[in-house]
């Protein structure tokens, strides 16, 4: 969401809410809320980041199209970097675009690929207007060869592509199910390849993620950097292999227990 006085109200309503949301007291916006906030900021535009990073967590395409209709003419700016991974209710947008011509998809096509070294992303929007002004500030060659060549390959892998994002998605669950029986740990459902989990008191995260690292080499992200409620009690996980998910599992359980064991 971008405004001038929207950060403010933001702030000022994630002090004031109860808890609506299974992350404990962050302020959870419903479409109809935020909906609400766009309108009532004046904002022009909207962001939404589905699923989201840290949280893993999707909202529904039904919301995201009322959304839409909602704020319009703001423009709803989705990112939909790791959709592919999210199950229905979950889904793109981009059959929607026509409908909704204040829609701007974007997506940064390292994550579902895994290739983050290519630096490729696309926008799409139907208002033709809003596609020029976007790549009128682009520099000509803003797409790199080997970048490009992905492209023209990707058609082919279609079947592969969709089958490899149902096993990620199963591997997660799995993972997210893992996870959730270590002793004090809360487990946020998680719809893209990551887990995002809160630990007990007295285990920051930046601990957990060194001690896991120094233990195993298994890098995780403590969210002490980010701009969320005490995030230095969450870890995010990313889920690969069932291997590799179970010596994370372990290596937490590891590092829980001697965090939590008498001196
Ligand atoms: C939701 C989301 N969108 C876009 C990006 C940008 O990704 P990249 O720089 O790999 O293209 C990130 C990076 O973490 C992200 O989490």
Redesign the pocket.
Known sequence: MTSGTLPARYRSAASTSGSTSPLGRWVVYGPGRYARAVRDGDCRVAVV?SP??PTSVAVPAGDLRRLCAAVAPAVVLL?E??VDFAAPPAGSLLPDLAEHPNLVVVK?V??VYGV?GL?L?FSATADPALARWISDRLPIWNVNGLAEEFVRLLPHFRADFHASCARVRAETRELAGLLAELPGVHVVPPDANFVLLRLPPGLPADRAADELFAARAILTKDCGGKTMPDGNRWLRVASRTAAENWAVVDGLREVLGRATAPE
Do not use: M, Q, T
Request: net charge positive; charged share 25%; aromatic share 8%.
């Open positions: 980041v989201n990073n990112d970097s790791f940064s390292s994550k983050g630096r992303g």
